[in-house]
C-alpha cells in the first residue's frame, strides 16, 4: 500500500524490509518493533528470537556492481545503529540479550547474517 508520507524510494525500502520481516518470521522470529527512529538513528526491524532481541539492518541491491548490499554499511552507519538500538534499550525495564544481525537481499537471493555487528562492551 502506498504512504502518501513515504517518497518512492522509502516505499521501495519499505518492500524489501517486508520481505525480510516475513523471512524472519518464517524462520520463527517475532516482530517487536519496525522502522523505530530515534534521535541518534533509524532501526529497520526489531525482533524477537527466543530470549533475544535482535536489531535487524535490510540492505538491498540489485546487482553487486557497487559492492552489494554490505558494502553499503559504513562505520557512520554502525555508529548510527549502535546509538539507535541503545536509545530503545534505554526504554526497556531490563537488558536482555541482543545481537546485531543484517538481512542482505541481491536481486533474487536472501542472507542472513546473524551478529554481523558487534556491539562493543561495557568493562
Known sequence: ????HRSPLQEHGHAWEQHALSYLRKRGLTLIA????????????????QDTVVF???RQR????HGG?????TPAKVRRLLRAAQTWLLTQRHVPPCRFDIIAIEGADISWIRNAIEAPTEN
Do not use: F, T
Open 56 to 58: 535487524v539492518e535490510v
Open 62 to 65: 540489485a546487482d553487486a556492481d
Open 34 to 49: 519496525e522502522n523505530y527512529r530515534c534521535k541518534g538513528g533509524e532501526l529497520d526491524l526489531i525482533m524477537r528470537d
Open 1 to 4: 500500500m502506498w504512504d502518501s
Open 69 to 73: 548490499p554490505l558494502a553499503s554499511i
